[in-house]
């Protein structure tokens, strides 16, 4: 029994192996390519374009694990069919099942790995090939943003602005809404601009209403400038953080999106989805090991080739679900965690709905 699990991961694990190099050298030579005009466009050094390659490398092993995993799944099984070995394995007592097993094990492995690698080296690597990019490039760290609404934790205000610039710290096309203990409309506060002064925003060209519980403006004034103290939301998070959620830390990014949450309901939907994919996009080894061995194909020829066809098909199947997926929980159709569960779940169903058509 060993043997054969040494047997079966021995094999598996040279084909993915190999299957990941392979995979990664393609990633990393589309890299180059797809930046070489920018290269010699700013007469990048060789040493800078080595180095900005290697930087890059981690992440094309994380992203080559999941198809590497699947052909390696989908060619072993299919030489031990086209080789009659299975025939043998289960004539002497080992179901499929039994043989799928360690396969299914080397998945949950994969998905630790690729959990941690992409921790501990892909994404810091991520970030240091994203800095070095903007130094070649002479590129700056842009955090400006539009048409941010956010809420405060404890729920006394609603502050909206048009425009955010970071190096200014200063938000344009102001609007201030601030609501009493109940939660009933209060007053609202349109602004020019508004500029943070270290403790809380100073609001400029302000039109002032004062209203009833009903809406009804009871007082309207004009004032230069207009100072309140619990105004103190940080110029932070009006940041545009798009990019930055999937290359910060866990830790941070965990309790960034707790804050949007109660603050900006539309921008946690976008931010929250890429996190979830960030965490939950490590299982795609796994499920698409448990897809290939649930759809076992039983060719006698050409096995290399057709291995490579039934993976591409289905690595396109999976990664076209997911891609779906992501904007339906980006455009908060259903929860971000969804958003990379949902195929992983289609997927999974697709493979049960198989063995029990098998078994019948």
């Known amino acids: 029994m060993k043997r054969l699990d040494r047997y079966i991961l021995s094999s598996m694990f040279r084909v993915i192996a190999t299957s990941v190099l392979l995979v990664a050298g393609v990633l990393l030579m589309f890299d180059i390519f797809s930046n070489l005009e920018r290269y010699m466009s700013y007469s990048v050094s060789y040493a800078q374009i080595g180095r900005l390659t290697i930087l890059y490398l981690p992440q094309a092993i994380g992203l080559a694990v999941g198809p590497a995993a699947l052909f390696a799944t989908t060619y072993f099984l299919s030489m031990l069919h086209a080789n009659n070995e299975m025939i043998i394995l289960s004539n002497i007592g080992y179901p499929f099942r039994r043989i799928v097993a360690p396969i299914i094990v080397l998945g949950i492995a994969l998905v630790c790995f690729q959990f941690f690698f992409s921790e501990q080296v892909a994404i810091p690597a991520s970030r240091e ?91 309207a004034s004009r004032e230069e400038e207009y100072h309140n103290e619990g105004i103190t939301m940080e110029p932070a998070l009006f940041r545009n953080l798009s990019a930055d959620i999937t290359t910060m830390e866990l830790q941070s990014a965990l309790r960034y999106i707790q804050r949007i949450k109660l603050m900006d309901s539309n921008q946690y939907a976008l931010y929250a989805s890429d996190l979830a994919n960030r965490v939950f996009g490590n299982l795609t080894p796994l499920i698409l090991i448990i897809i290939s061995c649930s759809t076992v194909f039983t060719w006698r020829k050409n096995v290399l080739v057709l291995s490579i066809l039934a993976s591409l098909a289905i690595a396109v199947v999976f990664f076209v679900l997911q891609m779906v997926s992501m904007i339906f929980a980006k455009q908060g159709i259903y929860a971000p965690e969804l958003g990379p569960l949902a195929p992983i779940a289609v997927l999974a169903l697709v493979s049960v709905v198989i063995q029990i058509t098998r078994r019948i």
């Open 129 to 219: 090939k994203a800095r070095l990019s903007k130094e070649v490039f002479g590129e700056r760290q842009v955090g400006d943003n539009r048409n941010v609404t956010l809420q405060s934790p404890e729920g006394r205000y609603v502050l909206h602005a048009g425009r955010y610039y970071e190096s200014e710290q200063r938000i344009t096309s102001v609007i201030l809404v601030v609501l009493d203990e109940q939660g009933r409309l209060n007053a609202r506060i349109d602004a020019t601009s508004g500029s943070f002064n270290g403790s809380y925003w100073v609001f400029r060209d302000v039109r002032k209403y004062l209203l009833d519980l009903d809406g009804t403006v009871l007082q």
